[in-house]
Nanobody, 112 residues
């Protein structure tokens, strides 16, 4: 059974940074691509970033140059480093193994 647990969210001021973590269990972690999505208040869930098994990455245009996705296969963990945060980054952030499994989400609130 795949379980994903996100952490690292919180309240931060505009321009600040946060690093989100997603620890996966039962997931054959190293064999999968992983992604971060987010759901802003009152909006649909949207793609943020993706990392392939070979560590190739791609990002939503809205976060390019500010966010970095990475993975540590030894720790079964995928990270999202978020810098230069903006109010519009406020959302619940979810990780996914892109096979239908999602974590419970972690809240990120950016105050102006």
């Amino acid at each position: 059974q795949v379980q994903l647990v996100e952490s690292g969210g919180g309240l931060v001021q505009t321009g600040g940074s946060l690093r989100l973590s997603c620890v996966a269990s039962g997931s054959f972690f190293s064999l999968k691509a992983w992604a971060w999505y987010r759901q802003p208040p009152g909006k649909q869930r949207e793609f943020v970033a993706r990392i392939e098994t070979g560590s190739r990455t791609n990002y939503a245009d809205s976060v390019k140059g500010r966010f970095t996705i990475s993975r540590d296969n030894a720790k079964n963990t995928v990270y999202l480093q978020m810098n230069s945060l903006k109010a519009e980054d406020t959302a619940v952030y979810y990780c996914s193994d892109l096979t239908g499994h999602w974590g419970q989400g972690t809240q990120v609130t950016v105050s102006s």
